[in-house]
């Protein structure tokens, strides 16, 4: 799936360049997405400036990072499209989310907009309340992770020392690690991570210590300290047998790595519609439960 959306973005970034961009903020996931849409900037050529919405200019070109922030009770993605309206962007993509809720802004956005929406309830949501805008059906961004590439990229000198640097991996390590620590599979090598925010689907009195996603919060702004988290998940994924879990970037890349994944829904069905847009039928190893 990189291909189309690398393809998709090559086709988008206009010809005098300069697009800026604007990462998701969330939890670990978010930084997940964040690794991948770097890798893709890589992959065409381009080092897009890293923004926040109060900072878009006048008729400026803008990225908008791909995710799960376009639905309520979020508010990121939704007051970065409203920026785009206020500054009259030339030009404004959305990479792959979804997207519920949030009609009367949908209804205000036109052909400038360009909503890649990673589940196909979310295409038609756009389809109906942004009917003037540009949509399309791709993967969620995680899909397009090179996994290698991300490996030999942290085991560099430069990826280090940019570690040092980066003040919100500084911040945040040692939280991230102890949470890291805590993660042990069963017996039959079985992980579990499950939510315990405002998605989770049931309350689990274990569930907190489970939810490693949370223990790393982050605006996603500086690369080092997303593409060390994305492989420390990485990591902990390949030293187990199977996942059992409603984190859809823990779901992900476990089917990457070809383990038995059991994957169980969040509150408003997000994992269920992106399993069966991007997962069933094309990984037999990711059930929904």
């Given at each position: 799936?990189?291909?189309?959306?690398?393809?998709?973005?090559?086709?988008?970034?206009?010809?005098?360049?300069?697009?800026?961009?604007?990462?998701?903020?969330?939890?670990?996931?978010?930084?997940?997405?964040?690794?991948?849409?770097?890798?893709?900037?890589?992959?065409?050529?381009?080092?897009?400036?890293?923004?926040?919405?109060?900072?878009?200019?006048?008729?400026?070109?803008?990225?908008?990072?791909?995710?799960?922030?376009?639905?309520?009770?979020?508010?990121?993605?939704?007051?970065?499209?409203?920026?785009?309206?206020?500054?009259?962007?030339?030009?404004?993509?959305?990479?792959?989310?979804?997207?519920?809720?949030?009609?009367?802004?949908?209804?205000?956005?036109?052909?400038?907009?360009?909503?890649?929406?990673?589940?196909?309830?979310?295409?038609?949501?756009?389809?109906?309340?942004?009917?003037?805008?540009?949509?399309?059906?791709?993967?969620?961004?995680?899909?397009?992770?090179?996994?290698?590439?991300?490996?030999?990229?942290?085991?560099?000198?430069?990826?280090?020392?940019?570690?040092?640097?980066?003040?919100?991996?500084?911040?945040?390590?040692?939280?991230?690690?102890?949470?890291?620590?805590?993660?042990?599979?069963?017996?039959?090598?079985?992980?579990?991570?499950?939510?315990?925010?405002?998605?989770?689907?049931?309350?689990?009195?274990?569930?907190?210590?489970?939810?490693?996603?949370?223990?790393?919060?982050?605006?996603?702004?500086?690369?080092?300290?997303?593409?060390?988290?994305?492989m420390d998940l990485i990591n902990l994924l390949?030293?187990?047998?199977?996942?059992?879990?409603?984190?859809?970037?823990?779901?992900?890349?476990?089917?990457?790595l070809g383990l038995e994944v059991e994957i169980?829904?969040?509150?408003?069905?997000?994992?269920?519609?992106?399993?069966?847009?991007?997962?069933?039928?094309?990984?037999?190893?990711?059930?929904?439960?």
């Amino acid at each position: 799936m990189q291909n189309k959306i690398d393809y998709i973005l090559k086709n988008w970034l206009p010809a005098e360049g300069g697009a800026l961009y604007f990462p998701n903020p969330g939890n670990a996931g978010d930084a997940l997405i964040a690794t991948a849409t770097w890798q893709c900037f890589d992959r065409v050529g381009i080092t897009p400036r890293v923004t926040r919405p109060e900072n878009f200019p006048r008729h400026g070109t803008i990225i908008l990072g791909g995710g799960g922030n376009l639905v309520p009770p979020y508010r990121f993605i939704a007051d970065a499209l409203q920026a785009c309206l206020d500054q009259q962007v030339r030009r404004c993509l959305l990479l792959p989310h979804t997207i519920r809720g949030n009609e009367a802004l949908l209804n205000r956005l036109d052909e400038r907009f360009t909503l890649l929406c990673r589940d196909q309830l979310s295409l038609e949501h756009v389809r109906r309340h942004a009917p003037r805008a540009r949509s399309q059906l791709v993967d969620d961004m995680a899909l397009a992770l090179d996994m290698p590439v991300l490996r030999q990229r942290t085991q560099t000198l430069a990826h280090h020392l940019s570690l040092l640097v980066d003040r919100p991996w500084i911040k945040r390590r040692k939280k991230w690690k102890r949470a890291l620590s805590r993660q042990r599979p069963d017996g039959a090598g079985r992980l579990e991570i499950l939510r315990s925010d405002v998605e989770a689907r049931t309350e689990h009195p274990e569930s907190r210590d489970k939810d490693l996603m949370d223990f790393y919060l982050t605006r996603c702004e500086k690369r080092a300290g997303c593409d060390q988290v994305s492989m420390d998940l990485i990591n902990l994924l390949g030293s187990v047998k199977s996942v059992r879990t409603d984190r859809l970037h823990v779901a992900l890349p476990a089917t990457l790595l070809g383990l038995e994944v059991e994957i169980l829904d969040n509150n408003y069905g997000k994992l269920s519609i992106v399993w069966k847009t991007s997962l069933e039928g094309r990984y037999p190893n990711a059930r929904m439960a």
